[in-house]
């Protein structure tokens, strides 16, 4: 039994109790006559609250009727409440006529019976339901806390890994020998090259502001960055866009996509001796919107199964901004290719 299993059913069994002893405590004050018949009562009004009230929340978990409702939910919350309140005092009235669990010089109709229970004990189901969903709304706004913090400590962390690996001495040196060759041959180029270091950098170290940025934003960082080593490989790396206009507006998490793209470059064109082709396609699928990131070269296995910081920073992100509604592949395709995909949901 997990904790939250054993956390539920020692406050069912201790609220039912809880109620059990107020009804004792009732019955000394108010002088009522604490018979065979009054305990029997008791330990099945205990008994049936329980089973109808675990009935209750195994219905609301099927129906996915937990906070929050939205639209029609509530109608079909509020239905589903009176239903076992009803069949909870129905088969009350029906057992305990059929026992014989009542005083005779007070017996009645099953009918008024039926009536009596149903007001006698509904109101203790809607106090349950009550803290059930005060209880439910309480964890998820903690939940929501504790994610926000582990991700805003990821983000973070994306923040200095991406830095570090950008003011690498390597990498600064690659790009300014990259650069220096170009100050006799292409003045111009070079000049753009100094910008484009610039522009990167300053990106890098302004990343960690917001959870997610539009596609357009990281898309002009990975052009600036593929751009730098563009001057490094020449004409053995070759760049592919296929990106859908209408997909520009779509939030991603900053730096995941120049993260893929790096790890394409790093892990496939490097590898290469007549390098490679990376294509960035972005695009909508059905009700996703689906972002590849393909390359010459094949998958390092050992890389992908301890989940180098690229793998993990992404998979975590994805998780905690869109919970289940995201996925994250790496696979080898055809034709000498490895593709990275990622799957969001669609921003409205």
């Not at 004050?29 to 065979?36: A, G, I, Y």
């Not at 675990?54 to 409702?69: A, E, S, V, W």
Request: hydrophobic fraction near 45%; include cysteine; charged fraction near 20%.
């Amino acid at each position: 039994m997990s904790k939250k299993q054993t956390q539920y059913w020692t406050f069912q069994i201790a609220g039912w109790s809880l109620y059990a002893l107020s009804i004792i405590f009732f019955a000394f004050v108010f002088r009522f006559t604490l018979d065979s018949i009054y305990w029997k009562r008791i330990f099945f009004t205990v008994v049936t609250g329980i089973a109808f009230t675990h009935l209750l929340r195994l219905l609301i978990q099927h129906y996915r009727l937990k906070p929050p409702l939205k639209g029609n939910s509530w109608i079909k919350f509020f239905v589903l409440v009176l239903l076992i309140c009803i069949a909870n005092s129905l088969i009350s009235s029906v057992l305990i006529q059929w026992l014989g669990w009542f005083r005779k010089e007070v017996n009645t109709s099953i009918i008024k019976r039926f009536v009596y229970t149903l007001f006698d004990t509904s109101p203790i189901i809607l106090v349950w339901v009550s803290i059930y969903y005060i209880w439910h709304y309480v964890d998820d706004a903690t939940r929501t806390e504790v994610d926000k913090i582990k991700l805003e400590s990821l983000v973070k962390e994306l923040e200095l890994k991406t830095i570090k690996s950008h003011i690498n001495p390597h990498f600064i040196f690659n790009a300014l020998n990259s650069i220096r060759a170009l100050v006799d041959e292409n003045p111009t180029r070079a000049r753009t090259a100094i910008t484009e270091l610039s522009n990167l950098l300053r990106s890098s170290m302004h990343t960690d502001k917001t959870e997610t940025t539009s596609l357009e934003n990281e898309l002009n960082i990975v052009k600036d960055y593929l751009a730098l080593e563009h001057i490094r490989f020449e004409d053995r790396l070759k760049v592919e866009y296929d990106i859908d206009e209408d997909t520009l507006d779509q939030p991603i998490p900053p730096m995941m996509l120049q993260n893929l793209v790096e790890n394409a470059i790093k892990h496939g064109i490097s590898k290469q001796k007549n390098g490679g082709t990376i294509h960035i396609k972005s695009d909508f699928v059905e009700d996703k919107y689906e972002l590849l990131v393909q390359n010459t070269g094949t998958l390092n296995k050992n890389y992908y199964e301890n989940e180098g910081f690229g793998i993990a920073s992404t998979k975590n992100r994805l998780a905690l901004l869109f919970g289940g509604k995201a996925s994250f592949e790496l696979n080898e395709i055809d034709n000498n290719m490895v593709e990275a995909k990622i799957m969001m949901p669609v921003s409205i």
